[in-house]
Every structure is written in structure tokens, then in C-alpha cells.
């Protein structure tokens, strides 16, 4: 029994790395391709760029390492049940429930990987990512003004721009949130330019032909709506360069824990810190249910195409991926309690892997 699970384990580790870099790769790939952009046409030096990139892979893990773990198992026993390698092991009076007991210690293990990188690694790198944008944004400001995506690395401004050519704009809309839940204040501009600021470490925008809402000083809820030929705005960053606030993705679960207990002190909700809290614990088990999950896949899907049982390990790895974010979604609105919501797609997903695998030794 032991020389047939040293067997089977081995036929799993090879899968098991190529899927992880496959996945990890094609991931970052789509970061790549904005980095070599920061590189080529912004300036910014290949180191800070390579440090940027290395801080993706840890976080990508968190997403790929599960996936991969699915997708070994079902690749590895797909051959072998194809191979007639399980009748084999049944003919010999194996039961096949004695070869979840290698792969269920497989799963605590990479499960305990992942409680780390849940808790520690993602939110370190994570927060290591803000700050080193932070400071590229000190030293090369006009590095973080990227068409198509929403820009909040000036403190107290969200900015918005469709296409950017050289130090030319098109089509700008810039957020200006206001303090005690007054009304946001937004600016919007048909086209503009922009001048940087090395010595001060800033950038003055330029804003030609737009519309501004500009508080009543009567009555600072109000706005009114006023056309403008020009408008000046200077983005700084030199202040908080160094400064980066931490966010719920960059803290570790003590971390989390002791916000939690502020917040609830103070009165204030706290359900964005809870939800991220318990996803953090909740998806450091996924490679343990994704384990139990493929066994029994791979085994009853034996007489398909390998075409299939990749449809398959993407179908359930999709699945839970989305019912997750359902689940965070649900979470953060306050509509159900992180405590108990963030533990659905565990909940649904183990029984569905106990219910496969019992049937599977029925059979």
C-alpha cells in the first residue's frame, strides 16, 4: 500500500507544477503587458518595474495554487482510470476510499500553505505593491496616469481618462470626494494636457472645455454646474510618498482582528474588515475541498476525452471562485453575516465532495 501511494503522489506532482506555472503565467501576462508599457513609454526604471512584478506572483498563488491542485488530481487519475490502472488497483481488494488517505493529507498540507500566504505573504506583498507604486508616483508622477482605469493614487482625487497621447488628453473626469458625506464634486473636461513637475514632484493638469460642480457657500450640499474654458489642477505626491495606509487585502488576520475591535468600539461598520477576515480563512481551504473534488471527478468522468476533464476543472474552479464573490458581495452590503455567508462555497463544495466520493465507493 505504501509503494502504490508513493505511486500515485508522484503521478501528481508533475501535473500539479506544470498547471501551477501554466496559470501563474498566463495571469501574469496581462500585468505584463502594463508594466512593459511603464517601462517603454513612461520612463520607470526595470528595477522598480522587476520589483513590481515579482510582488504579483505571491498573490496570484492564492488563486492558482487551488486550481492547480484540482487540476492534478484530475489529470493524474483520468490517466490512470484511462490506463485501466484502477481496475487494477480494485482488483487487488483496494478499496479506493484507502487512496483518499494520501491525498486528504496532501490537501491539510497545501491548505496550511495557503492559510500562510492567506495571512501573511499576499497581504505583505500586497501592501509592499501600494507603496512602491506610492513612491513611483513621488518620483515619476506622470508613470500612474494610465487611460482606461480608474486613478486613485492622488490623495483626495479619482481620475478618469479615455486616451492619453504623449502629454495630450481626451475626454477627463476627475472625482472629488467631500468630507462628512457631502456630495462628491466632479469635474469632467472634453480634453487637456498635462506638464510635469520633477522638482516638486508633482503634475499640473491642464483642463480645457468642460463643466465643474462648485459648492453654494450658502448651502455646501448644493452644487452648481458651471462651464469652463480652462481649469488648473496639481496633482502632488510628494507628501505621502512614503505614507501608504493599509487596506483590508494588506492585513494580515491579527491585523484584521484588532480593526475589527476598533471599529465595533467606535460604532462604525465593519463589515468590509469581517468579510475579508473570514475569506481569508475560508479560501486557505480550498485546496483541501478542490483535492477531495477531483478524485472522484477524474474517476467517473474515465472514459472521456481529456478536452472534458479540463472543461470540468475549470467549471468547478469557476464556480466556486464566483460563488465566492457572490458571497463577498452579499457580505459587504450586510444583506447575510460574514461569519456564516463566507463559508458557502466551503460548506457547498465539501458536500459536494462527500457526496461524489461516496457514491464513487458504491460503485
Same mark, same amino acid.
Given at each position: 500500500?505504501?509503494?502504490?501511494? @508513493?505511486?500515485?503522489?508522484?503521478?501528481?506532482? !508533475?501535473?500539479?507544477?506544470?498547471?501551477?506555472?501554466?496559470?501563474?503565467?498566463?495571469?501574469? !501576462?496581462?500585468?505584463?503587458?502594463?508594466?512593459?508599457?511603464?517601462?517603454? %513609454?513612461?520612463?520607470?526604471?526595470?528595477?522598480?518595474?522587476?520589483?513590481?512584478?515579482?510582488?504579483?506572483?505571491?498573490?496570484?498563488?492564492?488563486?492558482?495554487?487551488?486550481?492547480?491542485?484540482?487540476?492534478?488530481?484530475?489529470?493524474?487519475?483520468?490517466?490512470?482510470?484511462?490506463?485501466?490502472?484502477?481496475?487494477?488497483?480494485?482488483? +487487488?481488494?483496494?478499496?479506493?476510499?484507502?487512496?483518499?488517505?494520501?491525498?486528504?493529507?496532501?490537501?491539510?498540507?497545501?491548505?496550511?500553505? @495557503?492559510?500562510?500566504? *492567506?495571512?501573511?505573504? &499576499?497581504?505583505?506583498? #500586497? #501592501? =509592499?505593491?501600494?507603496?512602491?507604486?506610492?513612491?513611483?508616483?513621488?518620483? %515619476?508622477?506622470?508613470?500612474?496616469?494610465?487611460?482606461?482605469?480608474?486613478?486613485?493614487?492622488?490623495?483626495?482625487?479619482?481620475?478618469?481618462? #479615455?486616451?492619453?497621447?504623449?502629454?495630450?488628453?481626451?475626454?477627463?473626469?476627475?472625482?472629488?470626494?467631500?468630507?462628512?458625506?457631502?456630495?462628491?464634486?466632479?469635474?469632467?473636461?472634453?480634453?487637456?494636457?498635462?506638464?510635469?513637475?520633477?522638482?516638486?514632484?508633482?503634475?499640473?493638469?491642464?483642463?480645457?472645455?468642460?463643466?465643474?460642480? =462648485?459648492?453654494?457657500?450658502?448651502?455646501? %450640499?448644493?452644487?452648481?454646474?458651471?462651464?469652463?474654458? *480652462?481649469?488648473?489642477?496639481?496633482?502632488?505626491?510628494?507628501? #505621502? /510618498?512614503?505614507?501608504?495606509?493599509?487596506?483590508?487585502?494588506?492585513?494580515?488576520?491579527?491585523?484584521?482582528?484588532?480593526?475589527?475591535?476598533?471599529?465595533?468600539?467606535?460604532?462604525?461598520?465593519?463589515?468590509?474588515?469581517?468579510?475579508?477576515?473570514?475569506?481569508?480563512? /475560508?479560501?486557505?481551504?480550498?485546496?483541501?475541498?478542490?483535492?477531495?473534488?477531483?478524485?472522484?471527478?477524474?474517476?467517473?468522468?474515465?472514459?472521456?476525452?481529456?478536452? /472534458? *476533464?479540463?472543461? &470540468?476543472?475549470?467549471?468547478? /474552479?469557476?464556480?466556486?471562485?464566483?460563488? +465566492?464573490?457572490?458571497?463577498?458581495?452579499?457580505?459587504? =452590503?450586510?444583506?447575510?453575516?460574514?461569519?456564516?455567508?463566507?463559508?458557502?462555497?466551503?460548506?457547498?463544495?465539501?458536500?459536494?465532495?462527500?457526496?461524489? %466520493?461516496?457514491?464513487?465507493?458504491?460503485?
Amino acid at each position: 500500500m505504501k509503494t502504490l501511494r @508513493s505511486y500515485i503522489l508522484f503521478e501528481c506532482i !508533475l501535473p500539479f507544477f506544470l498547471a501551477l506555472g501554466v496559470l501563474t503565467c498566463v495571469f501574469l !501576462l496581462g500585468n505584463l503587458v502594463q508594466l512593459t508599457h511603464m517601462v517603454i %513609454n513612461k520612463g520607470v526604471s526595470l528595477a522598480v518595474v522587476g520589483k513590481i512584478f515579482l510582488l504579483y506572483i505571491p498573490t496570484l498563488l492564492g488563486y492558482t495554487m487551488p486550481f492547480a491542485c484540482l487540476a492534478s488530481i484530475i489529470m493524474a487519475f483520468s490517466r490512470l482510470s484511462n490506463d485501466n490502472e484502477i481496475i487494477a488497483i480494485r482488483a +487487488s481488494g483496494i478499496y479506493l476510499k484507502r487512496l483518499l488517505v494520501p491525498l486528504f493529507v496532501i490537501g491539510i498540507i497545501f491548505s496550511l500553505i @495557503s492559510f500562510i500566504l *492567506n495571512d501573511r505573504v &499576499i497581504p505583505y506583498t #500586497h #501592501h =509592499e505593491q501600494k507603496k512602491m507604486f506610492k513612491i513611483l508616483g513621488g518620483s %515619476n508622477p506622470t508613470a500612474l496616469l494610465e487611460p482606461g482605469v480608474f486613478i486613485n493614487s492622488f490623495d483626495g482625487k479619482v481620475i478618469f481618462i #479615455h486616451k492619453i497621447n504623449g502629454t495630450k488628453m481626451q475626454n477627463v473626469t476627475i472625482w472629488l470626494p467631500q468630507p462628512d458625506g457631502k456630495p462628491t464634486r466632479t469635474i469632467i473636461s472634453k480634453k487637456g494636457e498635462f506638464i510635469q513637475i520633477p522638482e516638486k514632484k508633482q503634475i499640473l493638469l491642464k483642463l480645457i472645455d468642460g463643466t465643474s460642480d =462648485e459648492a453654494d457657500l450658502k448651502n455646501p %450640499n448644493n452644487f452648481y454646474k458651471l462651464n469652463f474654458k *480652462n481649469l488648473f489642477i496639481t496633482l502632488d505626491t510628494s507628501k #505621502h /510618498a512614503q505614507k501608504v495606509k493599509k487596506k483590508p487585502k494588506g492585513m494580515s488576520l491579527k491585523e484584521l482582528k484588532n480593526e475589527m475591535n476598533r471599529l465595533g468600539m467606535l460604532m462604525v461598520d465593519s463589515s468590509r474588515i469581517e468579510t475579508e477576515y473570514y475569506r481569508k480563512i /475560508a479560501w486557505s481551504f480550498s485546496p483541501l475541498i478542490f483535492i477531495l473534488l477531483g478524485f472522484p471527478l477524474a474517476v467517473i468522468t474515465n472514459r472521456r476525452a481529456k478536452t /472534458a *476533464n479540463w472543461i &470540468i476543472t475549470i467549471l468547478f /474552479a469557476s464556480a466556486y471562485y464566483l460563488l +465566492s464573490l457572490g458571497c463577498e458581495a452579499l457580505s459587504i =452590503e450586510q444583506i447575510a453575516a460574514p461569519n456564516i455567508i463566507m463559508w458557502g462555497p466551503d460548506v457547498l463544495g465539501g458536500f459536494t465532495a462527500l457526496i461524489l %466520493n461516496y457514491r464513487l465507493n458504491r460503485i
